[in-house]
């Protein structure tokens, strides 16, 4: 299969879900404070919580986002047959997961093989996931550029397994600072 195929048979196996329930409280929402929608955001919405055609304009914002675009009609390849990079079968295993109605996201170091600005835009779209279509996401990277990290909101900070620091980013520096590990 090709990387559009792929990622327009996960959306297929994994379904619509609560898209169209969204939707609709999103219009109410709308009509009730007198917003009106933007018009291409307001299609967006609309094209994306339909089901039932044979590929979807979310599969086609995913692959944009992930930078897949340009490797979308090529083959993904297995051990017998070339495909794509190594870098971009890694995003299509992030795509994969991003093209469903999932409202909760357990990443593990999606950043492996993956250059600091592709990862950078991969964590850009997960935080505008996560602040525009209310879910959850816990995604787990070593060393992270200082741009990426930016990005979260929470932190969870581990040592040989156990939670060091759990909170909001802007606290972290401060916490350790209390727990005398001054700068």
Avoid: W
Avoid at 74 to 83: E, F, L, N, W, Y
Wanted: hydrophobic share 40%; charged share 25%; net charge negative.
């Amino acid at each position: 299969m090709t990387v559009r195929e792929t990622l327009d048979f996960s959306a297929r196996c994994l379904g619509v879900g609560t898209r169209y329930d969204m939707l609709v409280e999103i219009s109410r929402r709308e009509k009730h404070s007198g917003v009106k929608p933007d018009p291409e955001i307001d299609a967006f919405m609309k094209a994306t919580s339909m089901s039932g055609k044979e590929t979807s304009l979310i599969t086609d914002y995913v692959l944009k986002i992930l930078g897949l675009d340009i490797c979308a009609d090529i083959i993904v390849g297995d051990g017998m047959r070339r495909g794509i990079s190594g870098g971009q079968k890694k995003r299509v295993t992030t795509g994969e997961m991003l093209v469903g109605p999932a409202k909760a996201f357990f990443m593990d170091e999606i950043s492996t093989g993956l250059d600091s600005s592709t990862t950078f835009q991969i964590v850009k779209f997960m935080r505008q996931m996560v602040h525009n279509l209310d879910v959850t996401m816990v995604i787990s990277l070593l060393q992270p550029a200082p741009e990426t990290y930016d990005l979260f909101d929470d932190i969870i900070l581990l040592s040989e397994g156990q939670i060091v620091y759990q909170g909001p980013r802007e606290n972290v520096l401060e916490f350790f600072e209390y727990m005398g590990f001054g700068v």
